[in-house]
Antibody
């Protein structure tokens, strides 16, 4: 069964770091681009970052560029989001999401994880 | 960045009613538009992709239309299980952007 499972969320002080993981199963992870999307409490959805299927391209929302890094370990079928210099406004549920089509960079997200909550607070 | 203006932000309708949500892009996105349903505490679920294609397994009472800058999402006959927030999303270019959401409630 195709599945994404996020982990690594928690409570962290402003300025500190956190690394989120997204474990993929049930599909050939290396052939799909992957994305991170977040949702602040009571707010809408915000795209955060993109990792191309072949690892050649990464893109970030302006709100996280220079602070967040997306990466992937194909041997572990796992996507990561390294979050540095965290701010209160980064508080959100973080979802990893997979596009519908193999190799497509931009596409509808047909598979989502359950999300992991990140709270940035002193 | 492409701005997605979704309206209304909330609506209340009766079971069986036809419900329509609109989404306007700040520039031409051809048909690179998706619609998601999100229930409280859950991840979003893809309903419509490429503006008008129904995702596998999604009931046919859901539909989408439009191209260019103006898009419409319709629930033909609202059911109690359709209570959720609905989002449009463009994927013409990064940053990928979502509409602000429409919360659908039962009257």
């Amino acid at each position: 069964q195709v599945q994404l499972v996020e982990s690594g969320g928690g409570v962290v002080q402003p300025g500190r770091s956190l690394r989120l993981s997204c474990a993929a199963s049930g599909f050939t992870f290396s052939t799909y681009a992957m994305h991170w999307v977040r949702q602040a409490p009571g707010k809408g959805l915000e795209w955060v970052a993109f990792f191309s299927y072949d690892g050649s391209n990464k893109y970030y929302a302006d709100s996280v560029g220079g602070r967040f890094t997306i990466s992937r370990d194909v041997s572990k079928n796992t996507l990561y989001l390294q979050m540095n210099s965290l701010r209160a406004e980064d508080t959100a549920v973080y979802y990893c999401a997979r596009p519908r089509e193999v190799a497509d960079s931009w596409d509808a997200f047909d598979i989502w994880g359950q999300g992991t909550m990140v709270t940035v607070s002193s | 960045d492409i701005q997605m203006t979704q309206s209304p932000s909330s609506l209340s309708a009766s079971v069986g009613d036809r419900v329509t949500i609109t989404c306007q892009a700040s520039q031409d996105i051809t048909n690179y538009l998706n619609w998601y349903q999100q229930k409280p505490g859950k991840a979003p679920k893809l309903l419509i992709y490429d503006a008008s294609n129904l995702e596998t397994g999604v009931p046919s009472r859901f539909s989408g239309s439009g191209s260019g800058t103006d898009f419409t999402f319709t629930i033909r006959s609202l059911q109690p299980e359709d209570i959720a927030t609905y989002y449009c999303q463009q994927y013409d270019n990064v940053p990928l952007t979502f509409g602000g959401g429409t919360k659908v409630e039962i009257k």
